[in-house]
T-cell receptor
Framework: SQTIHQWPATLVQPVGSPLSLECTVEGTSNPNLYWYRQAAGRGLQLLFYSVGIGQISSEVPQNLSASRPQDRQFILSSKKLLLSDSGFYLC????????????FGPGTRLTVL | DAKTTQPTSMDCAEGRAANLPCNHSTISGNEYVYWYRQIHSQGPQYIIHGLKNNETNEMASLIITEDRKSSTLILPHATLRDTAVYYCIVRVRETSGTYKYIFGTGTRLKVLA
């Protein structure tokens, strides 16, 4: 069966510090991968998605970036965090365009102080 | 832009059916309706999806109107563990061939003992 992992589970960072969140998927190959952010009391906002290694599509302009160095690894980064980057970050995967139900990871709660 | 509209909150008595409505009046002919739920501080959990026909699985039933402009998620016998935020989502296809979920703000369902 497939599982999706995210770490860390929680993170508190000062403004201006760098960020690296990691997501890995097990039990499948060549998944589509997604990064979402959820601000407090809000719905999910798609940030990035990837259909393959090195292929990243950005949905909203921001100071975040994403990378996919391996087939089942997706990384969300920032060089300098802003207060507005606080939120709940979720990674998701799907098999492909024909059967594209997305399955979400447990999330990372980021607080920028 | 959210393509779905849901009530902000609903209550349901334990053991009764919970009927969660969703309006998606601008949905296109090939766009699926998905339902997920999110328990506090966890990743969203997939429930069910459909295109035109009504669907049922072990968790819920999905009723889609003939004109596809609205749908209802039915939890047949709600339990306290069904208390969560329920998201009705339209899945749109990108020009790249991948699919994207458009999340709304969801319905906060509280199941009362």
């Amino acid at each position: 069966s497939q599982t999706i992992h995210q770490w860390p589970a929680t993170l508190v960072q000062p403004v201006g510090s760098p960020l690296s969140l990691e997501c890995t998927v097990e039990g499948t190959s060549n998944p589509n991968l997604y990064w979402y952010r959820q601000a407090a009391g809000r719905g999910l906002q798609l940030l990035f998605y990837s259909v393959g290694i090195g292929q990243i599509s950005s949905e909203v302009p921001q100071n975040l970036s994403a990378s996919r160095p391996q087939d089942r690894q997706f990384i969300l980064s920032s060089k300098k965090l802003l207060l507005s980057d606080s939120g709940f970050y979720l990674c998701a995967w799907s098999r492909g365009p024909l059967t594209d139900t997305q399955y979400f990871g447990p999330g990372t709660r980021l607080t920028v102080l | 832009d959210a393509k779905t509209t849901q009530p902000t909150s609903m209550d349901c008595a334990e053991g009764r059916a919970a009927n969660l409505p969703c309006n998606h009046s601008t949905i296109s002919g090939n766009e699926y309706v998905y339902w997920y739920r999110q328990i506090h501080s966890q990743g969203p959990q997939y429930i069910i999806h459909g295109l035109k026909n009504n669907e049922t699985n072990e968790m819920a039933s999905l009723i889609i109107t003939e004109d596809r402009k609205s749908s209802t998620l039915i939890l047949p016998h709600a339990t306290l563990r069904d208390t969560a935020v329920y998201y009705c989502i339209v899945r749109v296809r990108e020009t790249s061939g991948t699919y994207k979920y458009i999340f709304g703000t969801g319905t906060r369902l509280k199941v009362l003992a």
